[in-house]
């Protein structure tokens, strides 16, 4: 299998797709290297393309009309960019960064609607994936305008994906203070404060970007109160 194969085959709008579908797919993908830093594409470039991150993270930020850098998700591999200007044919209204060495399996827009006319699953996952991150930027929203910073903080470590068993439970933040401060609508200050006050509350330890999780029950009720952090 090769890296474009393995590109189409580890992406969820492609899942549904059999093994012949997903070789054809494949054969439209061009794979395209970034270092760390550069960027795939700006807010309001015409972007003809659709990409798949194949290997690395990078950051979706978006430009305010105060001149403030805004991080709108972090992006993994298997997850996609770029469908918003291939559903409306719009402008993206975000920048899309690479945060480490990133590897990209690439499709033009023009590729893309012959192939999701023969393959309307494909469209149909899109706007599931679609429909998923308006859900969670509604969450956020909603914790934003209605909860304090720690309360902020204590959803965010539960929605990251955990490992270790019952007794050393630990999330691994995926992105720099700095910008999960972004993510939460606060600043690295009260980030920092809302995860101090976290530690010496018992609920979490703090070992860099590692955060272990040591009473799940009474993070979840500081996710949910409102109190003053």
Excluded: W
């Amino acid at each position: 299998m090769t890296g474009v194969d393995r590109c189409v085959a580890q992406v969820p709008i492609f899942g549904r797709l059999g093994d012949a579908a997903q070789d054809q797919v494949a054969s439209f993908a061009r794979p395209r290297e970034l270092d760390r830093g550069k960027t795939l594409y700006r807010q309001g470039d015409a972007v003809a393309q659709l990409f798949i991150i194949h290997r690395g993270t990078a950051k979706m930020t978006r430009l305010r009309a105060d001149g403030q850098e805004r991080l709108v998700r972090s992006l993994e591999p298997g997850q996609v960019v770029g469908e918003h200007a291939f559903l409306n044919g719009t402008a993206p209204d975000h920048t899309i960064t690479a945060t480490s060495p990133l590897r990209a399996c690439v499709f033009d827009h023009r590729d893309m609607v012959g192939l999701t006319a023969r393959h309307p699953g494909i469209a149909f996952a899109m706007l599931q994936e679609l429909s998923r991150r308006l859900s969670d930027a509604e969450h956020r929203l909603t914790a934003m305008t209605t909860s304090d910073v720690g309360a902020r903080v204590a959803d965010y470590l539960l929605t990251l994906p955990a490992g270790g068993g019952s007794e050393d439970l630990a999330v691994e933040l995926p992105m720099s203070k700095r910008d999960v401060a972004s993510y939460l609508g606060t600043t690295p200050e009260s980030l920092s404060r809302a995860l101090a006050k976290l530690e010496r509350d018992g609920l979490v330890t703090i070992d860099r970007a590692r955060i272990g999780l040591r009473d799940l029950d009474a993070l979840e009720a500081r996710a949910g109160s409102a109190g003053p952090v």
